[in-house]
């Protein structure tokens, strides 16, 4: 257990996810984000797993936030959703461009161009499927889903949402909030399927959105039908210099569209778990744990369990420095990016029959 996630567990009700990873095997075969502990604890994934189990159709929904280059550290999200895809899940890809505008006040222009050109395209080029998909821009969607983001105003109170966004909540932030919860609850409802399995897998910052969420279900349950809806979390990447992966810091992350060149200088320059000479990394082995290098092979490069075994021993015990390792890793990446960048080229020239592109 991550000991900065324990509070999770101890204070709001999130149940580690390996302990539902035996129900799952006997379905499907757990992504490897899942059996590596990337993917760290759920809230009625059980649900899943029944409707895996009994053939009942079910949901998947996530987010983007078009504020900036899509690059690894939000890829995480999306190979959990071509994952769920491929075993049969309703997609529903909510673009919130109302709070890149309102909340964190990026031109319409950029918002519009990061979500097609950045992100879409991006998504569709890893793998995503246009059959049951749906991609939507927050501002640019069906009448239901608007009237539900209004009703919920009713019982949603401002002490509640200064409790869990600060005393600064303004228009904006208050719009972004409902807009979420919509976001969020509205595949149940009849005019979008009514899935009554809905599962939506964040990183942990995100919880208390899914908190708010599940009351305001419970709120609605007799009015509208709604239920809880479930949901996962896996573990942020470490930036490539060390602290969170951040897209304000370029030099943080790799980014989808990087040149291969220049993510390789990137990856090569970032910190390891290393010892500080190879004397003694030789005798006490690296620390693959505290690596970001490790991490990108852990989460995104390496999908074999026995080929990622291989690289954590042959750190561990030293017998790999981290110049080797690191030279490593940078061919895979390379290679990756080569081959991803070819299928973003066609992608982008489908993005406008998978999403309603506002035209302001």
Do not use: W
């Not at 899942?34 to 009994?54: N, S």
């Not at 810091?249 to 060149?261: C, F, G, Q």
């Not at 299928?343 to 406008?352: F, H, K, Q, S, T």
């Amino acid at each position: 257990m991550i000991r900065e996630y324990d509070k999770l567990f101890k204070y709001f009700g999130i149940k580690p996810f390996k302990d539902v990873l035996p129900e799952l095997r006997k379905v499907a075969e757990p992504h490897h984000l899942m059996r590596r502990g990337i993917i760290f604890g759920h809230r009625d994934f059980e649900k899943v797993i029944d409707a895996l189990k009994t053939g009942k159709k079910f949901a998947i929904l996530t987010g983007l936030m078009p504020s900036g280059r899509m690059h690894f550290g939000h890829k995480m999200v999306i190979d959990q959703v071509i994952y769920y895809q491929g075993l049969g899940a309703e997609i529903f890809i909510a673009i919130a461009d109302i709070e890149a505008y309102a909340v964190r006040k990026i031109s319409r222009e950029d918002v519009i161009n990061y979500a097609v050109n950045e992100y879409v395209a991006n998504y569709l080029a890893l793998g995503l499927k246009r059959e049951r998909l749906h991609i939507y821009f927050q501002s640019n969607y069906a009448k239901e889903y608007y009237r539900l983001l209004q009703m919920f105003s009713r019982k949603v109170t401002m002490a509640e949402l200064r409790d869990i966004y600060g005393e600064d909540v303004g228009p904006g932030k208050i719009m972004s909030v409902l807009t979420q919860m919509a976001d969020i609850l509205h595949p149940q409802l009849k005019h979008f399927g009514g899935f009554d399995v809905v599962l939506v897998p964040v990183g942990p910052d995100q919880d208390p959105h899914l908190r708010l969420s599940r009351d305001v279900a419970d709120r609605y349950a007799s009015e509208l039908g709604l239920k809880r809806p479930a949901s996962t979390y896996h573990r942020f990447m470490t930036g490539l210099l060390g602290g969170k992966m951040s897209s304000s810091k370029p030099e943080s992350y790799i980014a989808l569209t990087d040149d291969p060149d220049v993510a390789v200088a990137k990856l090569m320059k970032a910190l390891t778990g290393g010892r500080p000479t190879a004397a003694e990394q030789r005798r006490l082995g690296g620390e693959p744990e505290k690596c970001p290098v490790y991490e990108m092979l852990s989460y995104h490069l390496i999908t074999d369990d026995r080929e990622l075994e291989k690289v954590y021993t042959r750190c561990r015990s030293g017998e790999m420095l981290c110049g080797q390792c690191k030279r490593e890793a940078a061919e895979r990446l390379r290679k990756f990016l080569e081959e991803h960048q070819r299928r973003l080229e066609r992608a982008r020239n489908i993005v406008d029959k998978v999403v309603d592109i506002p035209d302001f």
